[in-house]
């Protein structure tokens, strides 16, 4: 590990990183204040639109009909696509930074001719990134309870248990991360990598939204990373998912170590 390759992206991805942690909160106070305003009316659509429950059911893994409650509709947010947009664009943004972009643009060599070894930087931005993973899957549950203090709410929101997509949400952020630092080992343009990264996370997104109106990609449905994040069911039961925790976790792993073993012995091209 490199105390000064850590401290460099930790200067390059500042900027960037206080803008989405900032933005997370931001959005989910802005979030509750509007189910603090509509849950009556979101309710009653949902008793009229069935195509409504299916689309939420689709994002959240359960069926939000049953349990309109104010924390129900909040963990909404919590698997919002704005959320994930923003949070997936850092990461993507964060892991090819130096993996492959020095790559990219020919300065690997010179970076590789310090005494830094390829494992020791591809560890030093893996540290960057579960930092800020564990702080961006922080961050929501921040801004919920940030709301709970200045707003007149119509009930208490249940706060203990809006942990658990917290601790669900960070695996997901791993796992995305662990996923683009193997692809960022594989390829020469930071370009490619980010579109390959992006395209798996599309995909898992669009399966996971099929799987509740088509059967096969219902069958298809546990290829993708966000089967396993499922957060009004775990709200609601106040279990922990475990299971899926673990499947996300391993992901995270199996990726992060097939990239540094690719990193570590792939052909740097010359300038």
Partial sequence: MSRAIIAKTIRDTTPLFLLVLAMAVVFLMLFVAAMREFAGEITQLLLR???????????????????????????????????FAMTWAFLIATCTRVIVAEVDRGTADLLLTL?????AAFISVSVVCVASSIALSVAPWCGVWLSQQLYHLSEPLHLPRLWIPVTNLCPLYLAISGLTMFVSSTVSRRSTAVAIAL???LASFLINFLAVFLPLAKQLSFLGLLY???????????????????ALCGVAVIFWLAGLWRFCRRDIPAV
């Fill in 49 to 83: 639109f069935p195509i409504l429950q299916k689309m939420i059911h689709a994002l959240l893994g359960a069926n939000l009909a049953d349990d309109a409650s104010l924390t129900s509709l909040v963990t909404i947010g919590f698997a919002h696509p704005l959320l």
């Fill in 115 to 119: 005494p830094v070894s390829r494992a």
């Fill in 199 to 201: 395209a798996v996370l």
């Fill in 228 to 246: 396993y994040y499922r957060p009004l069911e775990s709200v609601r039961s106040g279990n922990w998912p475990l299971k899926e925790i673990g």
